[in-house]
């Protein structure tokens, strides 16, 4: 048998050590293509896209990376699928860049961090590559923010073959009474749509902190923690950035949480929210759900008592500020077009007289009018979650001079 001496033996075994530290890490998978695949696949691929041109730029560096919460383009609504797309991009960021952290964005990791990832999720038609037609997929895009500089070191973007992704919103959105796709969230989306080497969204990128302490209180919000949300939503409203509808959202939603009598405060956060609405896009996208092919909301009790309290609140607020209004009903892509036409305008009556039923001096400064499924946002025809901002009912603001009603 051969004899090792003790130095060679030391020194077998200082290689064996040096070896397995200098282990490679996996390979990264590389999958770019320009066609509908699986919802996990497109994770996979635009977080390779985004990450895999930061380790070219930064190889071997350590970095942390704070991930904005992904958004519905058309709703600005935070959905239960984005909380899945956070959860698979940290996973595959620990697996093949263990020297980045990447974790949900709060104000304090914002202020350690080197850059932020934002992104969207979007029904869009996609031509099919034979054909000269079009059908609906989801598209994923996402940006890399460098937060020294503004300017965006990575886009990528990935179609997603699935149909049945998770679209029900988050707890603090899925009680909104509003669609609130304000300034603040439209930047966010066209920083997410903002390629390789261009800055990101002004309004974006200069209320970053502001945005960190908002994710921070809906994900309070998330967990049930509703004084320490309805807390970090107060420091929001006091700052000049944060005079945004999510704010306003969030202290209606905790107030209601918190402070269940106190119908002063509620009242306060949700008219500061329609104020918001009006000075941002001239109108009140409100979530009204019908049951189907009716003009009578759905048929569920804390739904239809919460809705006589947005319309006893909206009601007042339109009358303070002496608002003149178009009532206009829309709807899903679903059946005939005329049908459609018809049951939007009646629903828009329908609304229309609600808000006079406690103010009826409201029946003089509105009338209603219906744009069946011509103004559809997504315009999937599924009737479920996923357009169900196709089924609004927008109360669209007009100069009274220029407005005659009929009561």
């Avoid at 009556?349 to 209603?368: F, G, I, M």
């Amino acid at each position: 048998m051969m004899q090792v001496s003790s130095m060679t033996y030391i020194r077998l075994l200082s290689l064996c050590f040096f070896l397995a530290g200098c282990q490679t890490l996996p390979k990264p998978p590389q999958q770019v293509v320009d066609y509908p695949i699986s919802f996990e696949a497109a994770v996979t691929a635009v977080t390779h896209q985004l990450l895999g041109t930061l380790a070219k730029q930064q190889a071997g560096n350590q970095l942390i990376i704070v991930l904005d919460p992904f958004v519905d383009a058309n709703s600005g609504d935070v959905l239960e699928i984005s909380r899945s797309i956070e959860e698979d991009m940290i996973a595959e960021g620990k697996k093949y860049y263990p020297s980045y952290i990447l974790d949900r964005l709060t104000p304090a990791l914002l202020r350690r961090a080197q850059y932020v990832l934002n992104g969207t999720i979007n029904l869009r038609d996609y031509q099919l590559s034979t054909e000269s037609a079009t059908d609906k997929y989801y598209q994923l895009s996402a940006s890399l923010v460098d937060l020294k500089t503004g300017v965006v070191i990575a886009h990528a973007m990935s179609w997603i073959a699935d149909a049945d992704l998770n679209y029900v919103r988050t707890p603090l959105y899925r009680n909104s009474p509003t669609f609130f796709k304000d300034k603040r969230v439209q930047s966010q989306i066209e920083t997410a749509e903002t390629h390789e080497g261009k800055s990101a969204d002004d309004e974006y990128y200069s209320s970053l902190d502001t945005n960190a302490l908002l994710v921070e209180a809906e994900t309070a919000y998330e967990n049930t923690n509703y004084t320490k949300a309805h807390y970090l939503f107060q420091k929001a409203a006091a700052r000049s950035d944060g005079q945004v509808m999510k704010t306003y959202l969030g202290l209606y939603e905790t107030t209601r949480k918190t402070e269940k009598e106190n119908v002063a405060n509620q009242e306060a956060a949700f008219t500061k929210l329609l104020a918001l609405s009006i000075q941002e896009t001239n109108s009140l996208n409100i979530r009204f759900l019908f049951e189907v092919n009716s003009i009578e909301f759905i048929n569920n009790n804390s739904i239809r008592q919460q809705y006589a309290e947005w319309l006893r609140m909206i009601s007042r607020f339109l009358q303070k500020n002496s608002y003149c209004f178009q009532v206009v009903g829309h709807s899903s892509k679903t059946g005939k077009a005329d049908y459609n036409l018809k049951l939007s305008v009646e629903r828009a009556e329908h609304v229309r007289q609600l808000l006079a039923v406690e103010l009826p001096s409201l029946a003089t400064q509105s009338k209603a009018i219906g744009k069946g499924f011509s103004e559809n946002l997504v315009g999937s025809g599924t009737d479920d979650a996923q357009d169900a901002i196709d089924r609004r009912v927008e109360l669209s603001i007009v100069n009274c001079q220029d407005f005659k009603v009929t009561p």
